[in-house]
């Protein structure tokens, strides 16, 4: 059988010059390439591992000294200065999921409405609706102590005047992390591509049947997604609480509106810290271990989210 | 003539007045067929300009598009077939800055009139696109988006299977309408859309390069099911291939890019209009001539 183009010569000396300058390209990489490439490589992989001794420190830290004081009854039982061996996390858990439950019905609507508007009804070539979207970038780097005290000013005191009630903890938590939840939702939303609300609207769909049938359901991993991140941050803060009132020994399950004052994981870890007594510093410890399995479950649960129900377009 | 106009005039006013809409909600078959043989209008251009942002995409088109025929639109790219499509049923409204000039009628109604509502004209005139872009639902959710949007719940199975039926895609799905659209292949998809299409029962389906992203066989089927569906619908196809251009059209338009004297702007224009077989058998611009024949272009 004839090789196909044999007959013109001048192919096969084509194919021949083609061969022989990729055999060169393939060839030559020049030695010092190399050493800069494997340099580069472990400068790099030191930075990873850096970052990863930080968590493993805490993480042995926290076994060592809290895995003694870890038992049911850390959970079960409220907190007390004079026996630490009875000591536990009870009003302080229960203050911790009320503050998020609160934190969630506040921030799903107002986060993904805001998202909502930016994305598919603000005319981005407007310099207030920039202006909007740079602020909200913004907000999400304001420190949390920040947000303490506009709780304190604002919703504590001042125009709301809620008092010093596990409400007000919430809304205060809320406002902090709405802007991680806007720029989260923001994300989902773009992620929808502009061909799905094209073939809604040329089906004489409304803006608002679209977004309602077809752009929220297609966002809902990405921003289920953002809610449970900005949840499990609203979780672990702690300095805007000691501002709006999460007091110390509280001894009773708090409920959302009692004037009474309530608690909650991280300040109640903190209060555990600062006391000399070796017993607290366990029990300390054994609420570090608590409040890290809950927050890694739930970002684990996050990321399963997003990739077990990502649409890939 | 006139007193049959006058009478359609009365009648679709009577209508507009109970259903309290804007004028385009009147359904085009309600209207009189303007008798013989001459085929109704359903486009008529006058002197259509799109700009985007105020510089000009397309310039002064004017053409008549008739019902119940295949009409399509070749020329190269940038020349503006696509940006003219969208002016159809208004999805020029989404692109900030996009502004239509000039007459552009829809059965005789002025599309662009202040009383009409860019939603009522898209139920009216359906678009295929260039990709095929199934929502991320089940077969059948796909199909029965338009009529749930547009509030009908009676017999949604019917009109899924019928549709499906029309788009030639029934036998291929029904018994997987609750798998994701997104398993279907390239040209079933592409099916689907236009089923999806045809479940809200448009008046003139437009089609944007629909066989670009797919194989030869996929694009045969689709060129057979266009023949097809202009028993019920007019169709306006753009497209990149003269061939599919030549096989499926009644009449093609071939527009092309003019630059101005100092070769700064450019838009679309239209050269020729007419049967395809005349366009494609003995055009009378020059222009068209060496495009068809592959000379330019």
């Known amino acids: ?313 | 003539m006139a007193t049959e106009k006058s009478r359609a005039e009365t009648g679709r006013e009577a209508r507009e007045a109970a259903a309290g809409r804007a004028a385009i909600s009147v359904r085009p078959e309600f209207r009189s067929n303007s008798g013989g043989g001459k085929k109704e209008k359903v486009f008529e251009l006058k002197g259509v300009d799109v700009l985007y942002s105020g510089v000009t995409a397309v310039k002064s088109i004017s053409m008549d598009i008739h019902r119940k025929d295949v009409t399509a639109l070749i020329g190269p790219s940038g020349c503006g077939k696509s940006t003219l499509l969208r002016c159809f049923n208004r999805m020029n409204d989404l692109i900030p800055g996009a502004e239509v000039r000039g007459e552009l009628l829809y059965h005789g109604e002025d599309l662009y009139g202040p009383k009409v509502d860019p939603v009522q004209v898209r139920k009216l005139i359906g678009m295929v696109f260039q990709k095929p872009n199934p929502f991320p639902k089940s077969i059948y959710d796909n199909v029965a988006f338009g009529p749930r949007v547009l509030g009908e719940k009676d017999d949604l199975d019917g009109t899924v299977e019928r549709s499906l039926r029309a788009a030639a895609l029934w036998d291929e799905v029904k018994d997987r309408l609750d798998d994701n659209a997104f398993g279907l292949s390239g040209g079933q998809q592409q099916r689907l859309c236009i089923a999806r299409c045809i479940a809200v029962s448009p008046d003139t389906i437009l089609m944007d390069e629909p066989c670009s992203a797919l194989d030869p066989i996929s694009t045969g089927k689709i060129e057979d099911l266009m023949i097809e569906l202009k028993e019920q619908f007019s169709i306006v196809i753009v497209t990149h291939n003269m061939q599919q251009a030549a096989r499926v059209s009644d009449r093609t338009a071939f527009l092309m890019v003019e630059l101005d004297a100092d070769e700064q702007n450019r838009w679309g224009r239209l050269v020729e209009y007419d049967e395809t077989e005349r366009i494609f058998t003995n055009p009378t611009d020059r222009r068209t001539e060496d495009y068809v024949s592959g000379k330019v272009g």
């Open chain 1, 1 to 313: 059988m004839k090789e196909p183009g044999a007959a013109l010569p001048r192919n096969r000396l084509a194919t021949a010059g083609a061969r022989a300058t990729t055999r060169a390209m393939l060839g030559s990489q020049p030695r010092g390439d190399v050493i800069r490439n494997t340099v580069f490589a472990g400068l790099l992989l030191l930075a990873v591992l850096i970052a990863l001794a930080g968590l493993l420190a805490l993480l042995i830290q926290a076994f060592a000294k809290g895995s003694s004081a870890l038992s049911l009854d850390l959970l079960t039982n409220p907190p007390s200065t004079a026996f630490p061996d009875r000591a536990g996390f009870r009003p302080a858990i229960i203050g911790s999921l009320e503050l998020i439950a609160g934190v969630i019905l506040f921030v799903v609507p107002v986060g993904i409405g805001a998202a909502l508007y930016l994305e598919e009804y603000a005319d981005k070539t407007k310099w207030w609706n920039r202006l909007i979207e740079v602020n909200i970038q913004n907000l999400a780097a304001v420190p949390s102590i920040i947000y303490g005290i506009l709780g304190l000013a604002f919703i504590v005191r001042g125009p709301l005047d809620l008092g010093f009630i596990l409400a007000a903890g919430s809304l205060t938590l809320a406002l902090l992390v709405l802007p991680m939840v806007i720029i989260a939702a923001r994300e989902a939303i773009r992620a929808v591509p502009d061909s799905i609300r094209q073939g809604s609207l040329a089906l004489g769909a409304t803006q608002w049947q679209t977004i309602r049938r077809q752009v929220l359901p297609a966002s809902i991993p990405g921003v289920a997604t953002g809610v449970i991140l900005a949840v499990s941050r609203a979780l672990g803060e702690t300095a805007p609480l000691l501002l709006v009132g999460a007091t110390v020994f509280v001894t009773f399950d708090p409920t959302p509106f009692s004037p009474d004052g309530y608690s909650a994981m991280p300040v109640q870890i903190f209060n555990y810290a600062v006391r000399p007594q070796e017993e607290f510093q366990a029990l300390a410890a054994a609420g570090i271990i608590v409040m890290l399995v809950v927050l890694l479950a739930m970002n684990s649960f996050a990321i399963w989210l997003r990739n077990r129900y990502e649409q890939r377009w």
